[in-house]
């Protein structure tokens, strides 16, 4: 348990932690935002529309924060375009990756809620691809931006037609 899991209006003033070394290299949460080496996730949001990509360098496992150069972490973010007290399903898909769930986050807003496990859903899975700790008020067009290690493009992430 977190301090902003234990109160979420602490969430107004610190952001919530993260496992740096699950994300690429440089990143840095901020209260409804990761910037990764200086680019807003939400910002790459804005330019490319959902769901969209991040890569970067991967960290160095116990190394303190050191870029591996030869491996690489890739962000994926997101939008909520279902959501009850049970399930979430994103605009993106996830089949072959493997997104760390346990290090998802809400991007775009600060929410005062608690945090409550949800079954998560891509955008053609018929079942759940994962559980993920989110406040429990999860609304649609909402942002979620999850790492998965290795490199891949926004094409791996996108619905397939016809499916």
Do not use: Q
């Not at 496992?19 to 690429?24: E, K, L, N, V, Y």
């Not at 809620?113 to 053609?124: H, K, N, Q, S, T």
């Not at 609304?139 to 094409?155: E, K, N, Q, T, Y």
């Amino acid at each position: 348990m977190t301090l902003t899991s234990l109160f979420p209006t602490f969430r107004d003033s610190i952001p919530s932690p993260f496992d740096r070394d699950a994300w690429p290299a440089g990143s840095i949460p901020t209260l409804d935002d990761v910037v990764v080496s200086g680019v807003s996730l939400k910002r790459i949001v804005e330019l490319c529309a959902t769901p969209c990509v991040y890569t970067g360098a991967a960290i160095v496992p116990l190394s303190g924060g050191v870029a591996s150069p030869t491996e690489s972490t890739t962000v994926v973010i997101a939008r909520v375009i279902e959501a009850d007290a049970t399930h979430v399903r994103l605009d993106a898909t996830f089949e072959g990756h493997a997104p760390l769930w346990r290090e998802a986050r809400l991007l775009g807003r600060v929410s005062h809620a608690y945090e409550d496990p949800f079954a998560l859903y891509g955008a053609d899975a018929l079942t759940a691809c994962g559980v993920v700790r989110i406040p429990n008020d999860p609304r649609v067009g909402d942002l979620i931006a999850v790492p998965c290690a290795g490199c891949f493009s926004v094409g791996d992430v996108r619905p397939h037609e016809g499916r």
